[in-house]
DNA sequence: CGTTACCCCTGGAGGC
DNA sequence: TGCCTCCAGGGGTAAC
């Protein structure tokens, strides 16, 4: 299940072996996800070399808008993707078997890159160079502030959280206001900052806002360092991106006893999500 | 503006 | 063993 922390540990292990890589050949095994893959994507990204991968919340921009080295009559663009909640990114040997809900294949001149995604929620879409840019994109236009940068501060979520009457965990969850919190950090955080999922985001005071961006900082940053210690393993092993397994503190233990005191974690559905907390250290 | 429902889809879990 | 139902997840979109 992908959030941000899988997302970028996913794009650091990448990197090192795709940058500066020439495409060979591109094939799609399914003609959508969430949406329509283009068809033309092999036309598109045949013969450029990745220049760089880069992050926005949860979505993937392969750079390859640099001048091609083969194709030369148009100027290449971005590819976008997006994990959706069962997506993974693996390099495998060229040739290799594929699996079963492997829908796409990007050849590179020494290794494939192999989009899985068993729900097919993911996205995968062309960005043109002579197009907007990327940031102009529909699904990324209206992207909120990135968690890991030096703006999210306590006083900008006090700042933005005034008069609202939403709870605060949907408000996180929340991608056009704050980017790449999904469920299980949103979960997690909330508990380390003791606020319960369900206060109003309005009546959170300045300090408890202060506590909950350092602790969805520290949950993401803690995540990402987790997986990251296990990026060879990542391109190399049958196991996938699979190894960030941070000890959950709260999300899915509904029922069992809090970690802190004891007593048993509440469950509660907030915009539509599974909201587990404990009410004693909770507020 | 906020909230809710729905949709994309598969597979794992649990009930019978 | 199998069949049914429920649920999870991200997130865009439409409806209220």
């Not at 539509?272 to 250290?281: I, P």
């Amino acid at each position: 299940m992908p959030e941000l922390p899988e997302v970028e540990v996913s794009r650091l292990g990448l990197l090192p072996h795709l940058q500066h890589q020439r495409v060979s050949a591109v094939r799609s095994h399914v003609p959508q996800l969430r949406r329509p893959i283009p068809a033309a994507l092999d036309d598109c990204l045949r013969g450029r070399r990745l220049a760089d991968i880069v992050r926005r919340g949860k979505y993937l921009l392969f750079d390859f808008s640099a001048e091609a080295t083969e194709a030369a009559d148009s100027t290449g663009g971005w590819l976008l993707l997006h994990l959706g909640m069962s997506g993974s990114l693996r390099l495998v040997t060229p040739g290799s078997a594929r699996r079963r809900h492997d829908h796409l294949e990007i050849d590179f001149d020494q290794t494939c890159l192999r989009l899985h995604d068993p729900r097919r929620f993911g996205v995968v879409d062309w960005i043109p160079a002579q197009a907007a840019p990327p940031e102009r994109h529909p699904l990324l236009a209206h992207q909120g502030i990135e968690p890991l940068c030096a703006g999210f501060t306590g006083d900008w979520l006090y700042a933005q959280t005034r008069e609202r009457q939403i709870a605060i965990k949907p408000f996180l969850m929340d991608s056009r206001r704050i980017v790449g919190v999904g469920n299980i950090y949103a979960a997690e955080s909330l508990f380390i900052a003791g606020i319960a999922p369900q206060r109003p985001a309005g009546q959170l005071r300045r300090a408890e806002c202060t506590a909950l961006v350092s602790a969805v900082r520290h949950t993401l940053e803690a995540a990402i360092a987790a997986g990251g210690s296990s990026v060879r393993d990542y391109v190399h092993s049958d196991g996938g991106a699979g190894s960030f397994q941070l000890r959950c503190q709260v999300y899915g233990r509904a029922g069992l006893p809090c970690l802190r005191c004891g007593q048993p974690l509440a469950d509660q559905r907030l915009g539509g999500r599974a909201s587990c907390y404990c009410r004693h250290c909770q507020h």
